[in-house]
């Protein structure tokens, strides 16, 4: 090889590698200026402490709760609760898409009613999900479901659609069956988009527990969060909000490293 070529090759990365350096760098100057500022403006009363709490106030109630041991369980019931959800609204957002796929009858008959379906607001159907199920967790399982399985659905099965037609023309060549045709075809060049699936869900799965357990729950990070404004706690409030927030990055970043495995399978 071109001993210029492995040059610019070993500079090319070289620069990419700072550059990820500087943007992680930026990123945490962005938080830590954002905890400095919040900080500053309730000590100084910029903001009403009362209302918009402060780093160290939540900071301070995040020990003592853990050191009671009263906040390992909202964590853990809500988790468990966002990953069914998650798991259970993304894979059968795949079967549903799967099914209209391999039906193209059926695709035009339910197209109109997943259209209503999506364009309904879910959280209004709260309420149904609890004379259906009751007012436990399997409610706010449903309503982590409800509001990511037609999402699920519209985008996965936009991307079977939009497969390239010379892809399915090659295996159909050889023979290929319509299951061979969607194991060996379809599904790999569906691979982006159901991680961008997953993606979106993960946001989805967590305003649809969190909203949930606003409804039905006694225990949890959303219950916590309408205990703390019923009370008027709103170090409580913000505690959740910033537990939330970084349960959400954490459960983004696997589904991140689960797109380097299937993109890596992929090729």
Do not use: C
């Not at 900080?39 to 709760?65: C, G, H, K, T, Y």
């Not at 969060?225 to 170090?235: A, E, H, T």
């Amino acid at each position: 090889m071109n001993p210029k070529l492995i040059e610019q090759h070993a500079q090319f990365r070289s620069r990419k590698k700072r550059e990820k350096i500087y943007v992680h760098i930026s990123q945490i100057i962005i938080l830590v200026a954002f905890f400095s500022l919040w900080e500053l403006a309730s000590r100084w009363q910029w903001i009403d402490p009362l209302i918009f709490s402060s780093p160290s106030s939540v900071w301070n109630l995040l020990v003592d709760m853990l050191a009671n041991n009263t906040l390992y369980a909202h964590i853990g019931i809500t988790v468990l609760e966002t990953i069914l959800g998650f798991l259970i609204g993304t894979l059968g957002g795949i079967l549903i898409a799967a099914f209209l796929w391999w039906s193209p009858f059926m695709s035009r008959v339910l197209d109109p009613y997943i259209v209503v379906l999506n364009a309904t607001p879910k959280v209004a159907l709260g309420p149904m999900l609890i004379v259906i199920f009751g007012a436990n967790m399997t409610s706010v399982i449903a309503m982590g479901v409800l509001i990511s399985i037609i999402v699920t659905t519209l985008v996965i099965y936009g991307a079977f659609k939009e497969t390239d037609g010379n892809l399915v023309k090659v295996i159909d060549t050889f023979g290929a069956t319509k299951l061979q045709r969607f194991r060996h075809v379809i599904v790999p060049a569906s691979y982006p988009a159901m991680v961008s699936a997953l993606k979106v869900n993960v946001g989805l799965a967590w305003v649809g527990v969190i909203v949930g357990e606003y409804l039905v729950s006694n225990e949890g990070l959303g219950y916590m969060i309408i205990y703390g404004f019923q009370v008027f706690n709103f170090d409580m409030v913000m505690l959740s909000l910033v537990l939330v927030a970084i349960l959400a990055t954490i459960m983004y970043q696997l589904v991140a490293i689960l797109e380097k495995f299937l993109m890596r399978n992929r090729r």
